[in-house]
C-alpha cells in the first residue's frame, strides 16, 4: 500500500487520531486512553476521549511554538521532520514530567496532563523554557 493509500485508509478508520502517536508508537511515553490499531501491516493509534484528544492537540501546539527556537525553525512549520516532531512530542511530555517530579516516565499522558492543569492551571502557564532544557536532557533520541 502506498503512502497516499495508507493516510487515507488512516483517515476513513480513525476519528480521532493520537495527537501524540510519535511518542506512543516508540514507546517514550504510554497513555490509557488509546487504543492501537491496524492498518494494512501498520499501527496507528486513536484516543478514546475526544475531551481528552482537544486538551492534548492544544499542549501539542503549545509545545511545537516553545520548541521552536530549540529546534532552529524561523516560522511555524505544519510538518517537521520527524526527528523534530520526536523532540517535541518524546522531548516535551518528559521534560514536563521531569519538571513536575523529577522522573522522565511518562506512564499516562491524560495523568500528566490532569498533573500539569493541577500545578499551573492551564497549559499556558507551564514554564515551557524549563520544559525545553529539561527536555534536552532527558530525551536523546536515536544516535547511529
Known sequence: MDEAAYQQKVSEMLDRPCTFEKAVLSG???CLRVQ??????RE???CRSASCLSRCTALHELLRHNFS?????THDNPVLPHAKEMRVQ??????????????TDVDNVD????SVLQ????LADIPYS?????????YKGRHG
Open 28 to 30: 517514550c511515553v504510554a
Open 36 to 41: 492501537r490499531v491496524q492498518i494494512a501491516e
Open 44 to 46: 496507528a493509534v486513536t
Open 69 to 73: 527556537f530549540a529546534l532552529g525553525l
Open 90 to 103: 518524546c522531548g516535551g511530555l518528559m521534560g514536563i514530567q521531569k519538571i513536575l517530579n523529577d522522573s
Open 111 to 114: 495523568a500528566l496532563l490532569d
Open 119 to 122: 500545578q499551573w492551571g492551564d
Open 130 to 138: 524549563e520544559v525545553v532544557h529539561a527536555a534536552a536532557l532527558s
